[in-house]
Nanobody
Framework: QVQLVESGGGLVQAGGSLRLSCAAS????????MGWFRQAPGKEREFVAT????????SYADSVKGRFTISRDNAKKTVYLQMNSLKPEDTGVYHC?????????????????WGQGTHVTVSS
């Protein structure tokens, strides 16, 4: 069982940066592939980024590629999402996800655990 708690959201102006963190419980964090999804008001949930168990492989949605960076610290049981050059369309609730022994998947249904989310608002 893994519990995920996100933090770091907030209000930022367009062009600004935020770093989201996701702290995980459990003793086998390094066994999990991790991901970030987001959901904007009135829109469907969408994939943002994913990272494999070691941090050696990552994948991004086209809409954030070159602006966002996902990383992890297995010793701290934490995954991060560094978001730069933020745009108003990046506004939404950002959820951290985990799947044991998973690969780099963009499919929400592949993930076993979800955090409650942290709100990100980007003003124009």
């Amino acid at each position: 069982q893994v519990q995920l708690v996100e933090s770091g959201g907030g209000l930022v102006q367009a062009g600004g940066s935020l770093r989201l963190s996701c702290a995980a419980s459990g003793r086998t964090f390094s066994s999990y592939a991790m991901g970030w999804f987001r959901q904007a008001p009135g829109k469907e949930r969408e994939f943002v980024a994913t990272i494999n168990w070691s941090g050696g492989s990552t994948s991004y949605a086209d809409s954030v590629k070159g602006r966002f960076t996902i990383s992890r610290d297995n010793a701290k049981k934490t995954v991060y999402l560094q978001m730069n050059s933020l745009k108003p369309e990046d506004t939404g609730v950002y959820h951290c996800t985990a799947v044991k022994w998973g690969g780099l998947t963009r499919v929400a249904g592949s993930y076993d655990y979800w955090g409650q989310g942290t709100h990100v608002t980007v003003s124009s």
